[in-house]
């Protein structure tokens, strides 16, 4: 097993490169193309509940085996939390496209972490 991880702002710069860096990923444990396109989804849409939900940076963790699995986490906040329709449908897609989603509230009630595998 191969560990591999990231801290980054949650601006729209990062976000593609983390989508380049997760298809790498995807390549490396056999995904097919459909399936290395909804883990990047997955990944895209956990960041961006995390920026909705008031972070600044986020650490992503990686790690490589039969599987990919990885967890999102909010480092720094950076304002409230927005309550927004968003976010339901992000939790709803993460769960349609992965299955098993894992989703950890801070003392605000916001998202601070969200835990899948694919």
């Keep these: 097993?191969?560990?591999?991880?990231?801290?980054?702002?949650?601006?729209g710069?990062?976000?593609?490169?983390?989508?380049?860096?997760?298809?790498?990923l995807c390549s490396l444990v056999g995904f097919d193309v459909d399936t290395a396109e909804?883990?990047?989804?997955?990944v895209t849409e956990s960041l961006l509940i995390l920026r909705?939900?008031?972070?600044?940076?986020?650490?992503?963790?990686f790690?490589?085996?039969e599987t990919l699995g990885c967890v999102v986490e909010g480092v720094e906040r950076s304002g409230e939390k927005q309550d927004s329709i968003e976010?339901?449908?992000s939790h709803s897609l993460l769960t349609a496209l992965l299955?098993?989603?894992?989703?950890?509230?801070?003392?605000?009630?916001?998202?601070?972490?969200?835990?899948?595998?694919?």
């Design 52 to 61: 909705r939900s008031g972070y600044a940076t986020a650490n992503i963790a």
């Design 38 to 42: 909804d883990f990047k989804v997955c």
């Design 87 to 89: 976010d339901e449908i």
């Design 63 to 65: 790690t490589v085996a």
């Design 99 to 118: 299955g098993n989603v894992e989703f950890f509230e801070d003392e605000r009630g916001a998202t601070q972490r969200i835990v899948f595998e694919g």
């Design 1 to 11: 097993m191969e560990k591999f991880s990231v801290t980054l702002p949650l601006t």
């Design 13 to 24: 710069e990062y976000l593609t490169t983390v989508r380049l860096t997760t298809g790498g």
